[in-house]
């Protein structure tokens, strides 16, 4: 991953932190957090630290699956079950606690969650320009060598399933009907 790039990104917007508020569906939320949380979760760049918000649930998992320096739960700021309201001043005291006032947000994230932190004093600028897409785009040395490890290992499973498949006996249909 590119922090640096990251920061640069920041810097030209004048915004404290990166926020998204996504599940790993959202590619932007898997590359920022490097974790497959099937529902949605918080991940804060700021100050060239990733921090990671996730249930309960998932908090173990995080703790070792999270490209993350720091990953907490919802029971870290007494939210379990509460309300939208609740939640809301969660993902705020979330926010404050890494010491950041502004964040920037992606075009696809909840307006709900951009409204309540605006509405709880902290700025939310919408990355209209994807630029979090942009430095995903371009790959580090070791993402280009994941990827090239990556295909080799699947041109070679190709490979073995092509062998298997033309050695196999294949039974004449019409020997079953008699």
Do not use: W
């Not at 700025?123 to 209209?128: K, L, Y």
């Amino acid at each position: 991953m590119h922090r640096s790039r990251l920061d640069e990104m920041l810097s030209d917007i004048e915004a404290d932190g990166y926020l998204l508020d996504a599940s790993q569906d959202d590619a932007n939320q898997l590359y920022l957090s490097g974790f497959t949380g099937p529902d949605p979760f918080v991940t804060l760049y700021a100050d060239g630290e990733i921090h990671v918000l996730v249930s309960g649930l998932e908090y173990g998992r995080a703790r070792n699956e999270a490209l993350a320096d720091t990953v907490e739960r919802h029971a870290d700021y007494d939210y379990e079950y509460g309300g939208r309201e609740e939640r809301n001043d969660m993902y705020a005291a979330f926010v404050r606690d890494k010491g950041v006032d502004s964040v920037l947000m992606p075009p696809r994230g909840p307006v709900g969650t951009a409204d309540a932190l605006r509405d709880r004093g902290i700025d939310v600028t919408v990355d209209a320009d994807d630029r979090i897409q942009e430095v995903r785009a371009v790959k580090t040395d070791e993402e280009v060598s994941a990827i090239r490890a990556a295909q080799a290992a699947n041109e070679a499973a190709m490979r073995r399933a092509e062998s298997m498949l033309a050695a196999a006996d294949v039974a004449d249909e019409s020997d079953d009907a008699a």
